[in-house]
């Protein structure tokens, strides 16, 4: 029997993957991938140049339906063409802070905002960047007739590649962090746009969860797409009580949830997610690469930095790394740098330093955990995704500073996953998406209740006396 192929793309800001998956199990039949750029200021034409290496090669050869899952947030500026107006901005572009609190003051506060629109803007926000275009590039602004998001622009070029291009598409997820479209009215607000920019302009079409975009020449559909968190979501089947930790270049945690949130902190953003209800999320511009910083200070490899870490004892001597190496998006802290606190001569060990960069990551994630159960979202285990959770001494950090039980799912693509379930979505036509089974590969428990209350305690007073927040 014939067997029905979905792709699924993760256009992320370090490469283009894509798994093509078998649409009714879910199971990965072929990938590829192609790096995309550093910097957080690229040209479109980059993530294009990705996509047709990866896809090359007839990596496509019988997919029915396609979805792209796509980096949030970036701002990618269209002219009356649909031509770029200038590289796109990406989340991690921090140059649009002081934008960020200037929107936050004119809309009425930071409650106003989590009530209305269900996030207060940070340098990350789309909207944030659009004020930064108006002010800073005037010329740009006023060439700018639209304004799509990464996956939102290669869904498009996806379409006009196979002429089945009819017009700009997004989805509710990513659109839900622009800043200028709510969660809590499910619509965009033009007002919002006139504060950010002095005018509107035109924006995507938001489809509904398994709605088509269109067709490709060989009739390929292709689905509406979603932002990468949503997609992950997505690919992983989240469960009530499920919340992922996710350790790439940023760091994530983020749960399911039946209605929208309001945090006037800015710690939890109210997205939509890829499904019709809610992804309540935190956001740190530093994961991975905290472990990588490590690696470099100590002149090691992974494993050995793996080692060093479980050498030493939770706590790491005393040592306290706050890790804002990139400043940071969550705290708003964009000009922040790390520091490290309660070095001793008798602390000052390779074990000590390399377990300090494994704790200060995951702790800059804890707060993420507990706004989440004190926002009324179930919170009963973790789901540790992302480069870094494949580090042994991160799982067992993590089990205890957490405090909860905690799963490592297989290693796996799974925002390319989700986009890959959304589109098998699409191409059923059903009420629910495909149910797909997710292996685990580790399983783990804390250890006494409590067990790093400690040092979370300690690292959160650390951040109140250097930085004056949490």
Known sequence: MTRSLVAGVDSSTQSCKIVVCDAETGQ???????????????????????????????????????AVGGQQHGMVTLDD?????????????????????????????????????????????????????????????????????????VT?????????????????????????????????????????????????????????????????????????????????????????????????VFARHTDPVADASGALQSFADAEGGYLPLLCTLNA??????????LGVDYSEFDRLAMAAAPGAGGLTLIPYLDGERTPNLPDATGTLLGLQRANATPENLARAHVEGMLLNLVAGVSALRDHGVAVERILLIGGAAASTAVQDIACQLFGLPLVVPAAGEYVGLGAARQAAWTLSGADAPPQWEVSLDVRAEPGAPDAGA???????QAVRDQHGVG
Not at 38 to 48: M, Q
Not at 98 to 105: P, Y
Not at 132 to 149: G, I, K
Not at 454 to 460: D, G, L
């Open 156 to 252: 498009g070029q996806i379409l006009k590649d196979g002429n089945g291009f009819q017009q700009w598409v997004t989805d509710r997820g990513d659109a839900s962090g622009t800043g200028y479209w709510s969660a809590h009215s499910q619509d965009y607000r033009t007002d919002v746009m006139d504060l950010a920019m002095g005018r509107t302009i035109e924006v995507p079409t938001v489809l509904a969860p398994h709605e088509a975009a269109g067709r490709t020449d060989s009739g390929m559909i292709v689905a509406p797409g979603t932002g990468d968190n949503m997609g992950a979501a997505l690919g992983l089947g989240l469960a009530r009580g499920d919340v992922v930790v996710s350790l790439g270049t940023s760091g994530t």
């Open 81 to 153: 063409a649909d031509q770029v107006v200038r590289p796109a901005l990406l989340w991690n572009d921090t140059r649009s802070a002081g934008a960020a609190a200037d929107l936050v003051e004119e809309f009425g506060g930071a409650q106003a905002w989590a009530e209305e629109i269900g996030i207060v803007p940070v340098a990350a926000i789309t909207a944030t960047k659009l004020r930064w275009l108006a002010r800073n590039e005037p010329d740009n602004m006023a060439r700018t007739r639209t304004c799509v998001l990464p996956h939102d622009w």
């Open 28 to 66: 990965v039949v072929r990938s590829a991938r192609a790096p995309h750029p550093d910097g957080t200021e690229v040209d479109p034409a980059a993530w294009w140049a990705a996509w047709q290496q990866a896809s090359s090669g007839g990596l496509l050869d019988g997919v029915e339906a396609i």
């Open 288 to 297: 991975s690469r905290v472990i990588n910083a490590g690696m470099a200070m």
């Open 454 to 460: 400690e040092i979370v305690e300690r690292y959160r």
